[in-house]
């Protein structure tokens, strides 16, 4: 049984940082790509970062310099530092694990967790 647990989120000010971390169990966690996504309320889910299984990581335009995502493939881990927080980050963010096997995909989903960034 496959599940990813996110934990971190939280409410912090602008300018501030959180620390997101997502707990896999279930998978091969090493051969998998790896993705932080992120929903507003009324707007589509989006992908903030992901980092493959070789470790590249692409982001999404707004958040260059600001994100980092990581991994810990030792204890089956996902990070996403984010710093310089901004009103406009504010959503639930979800981990994301993804791998295709003889050309099947398979996507797994934690349950969320909110961040909220406000004054």
């Known amino acids: 049984q496959v599940q990813l647990v996110e934990s971190g989120g939280g409410l912090v000010q602008p300018g501030g940082a959180l620390r997101l971390s997502c707990a896999a169990s279930?998978?091969?966690?090493?051969?998998?790509?790896m993705g932080w996504y992120r929903q507003a309320p009324e707007k589509q889910r989006e992908l903030v970062a992901d980092?493959?299984?070789?470790?590249?990581?692409n982001y999404v335009e707004s958040v260059k310099g600001r994100f980092t995502i990581s991994r810990e493939n030792a204890r089956n881990m996902v990070y996403l530092q984010m710093n310089s927080l901004k009103p406009e980050d504010t959503a639930v963010y979800y981990c994301?694990?993804?791998?295709?096997?003889?050309?099947?995909?398979?996507?797994?989903w934690g349950q969320g967790t909110q961040v909220t960034v406000s004054s």
């Open positions: 980092i493959t299984s070789g470790a590249g990581t």
């Open positions: 279930g998978v091969i966690f090493s051969a998998y790509n």
């Open positions: 994301n694990a993804r791998r295709v096997i003889l050309g099947r995909e398979y996507v797994y």
